[in-house]
């Protein structure tokens, strides 16, 4: 299984912004950190805001940052409602399916074991469990522009 770039993204907004606690940051300023296109990069801020897990402010002052504590963000929630479809295989979804083998089908029983056990060991994790690890912040806060804001050492 491989996340489509939409939730790749969207992870490393909300890692950035949860490692980013002393204000707002910038989509701008993600952009250049993850080497990524800004376009792309408002849409993904744009649906978080949409979804609740972040704010936005317009303006001088303004910039992104988390709308919820980063304990109240879990990886599960993030990944289920960004990623769009999660059928993994056509028979997953019900309206789409043709498959002549679906009734009696050992694999389809197999496959939503293993997808279920991806999501309740992601679930498991917030973001701030990610931002907790000394040497994970410390890569992550390394991508601040000099001179920013981020987490207190």
């Keep these: ?3 489509n770039v939409f939730t790749d993204y969207a992870c490393r907004v ?6 980013h606690d002393r204000g707002p940051c910038t989509s701008d300023e993600i952009a250049e950190a993850f080497g990524i296109s800004r ?12 979804l609740g897990f972040l704010e ?6 303004g910039g ?16 289920r409602r960004t990623e769009g ?11 789409t399916d043709t498959c002549p083998l679906t009734p009696a089908c050992g694999l389809r029983g197999a496959l939503k074991e293993a997808f279920e056990a991806f999501f309740a060991t992601l679930d ?7 931002v907790a690890q000394p040497r994970w912040i410390a890569q992550v806060t390394a991508l601040f522009p000099p001179g920013g804001s981020g987490r207190a050492s």
């Design 124 to 130: 498991r994790y917030t973001l701030a469990d990610l």
């Design 85 to 95: 479809t999660l059928a993994l295989v056509e028979c997953f979804d019900r309206e």
């Design 56 to 61: 936005t402010r317009r303006g001088r002052a």
């Design 39 to 50: 376009h792309h990069l408002v849409k993904v801020i744009n649906e978080l805001q949409h």
């Design 1 to 3: 299984m491989q996340l």
């Design 14 to 19: 909300l890692i950035y912004a949860a490692a």
């Design 64 to 79: 992104i940052r988390l709308a919820r504590a980063p304990e109240r963000i879990g990886l599960g929630e993030v990944i």
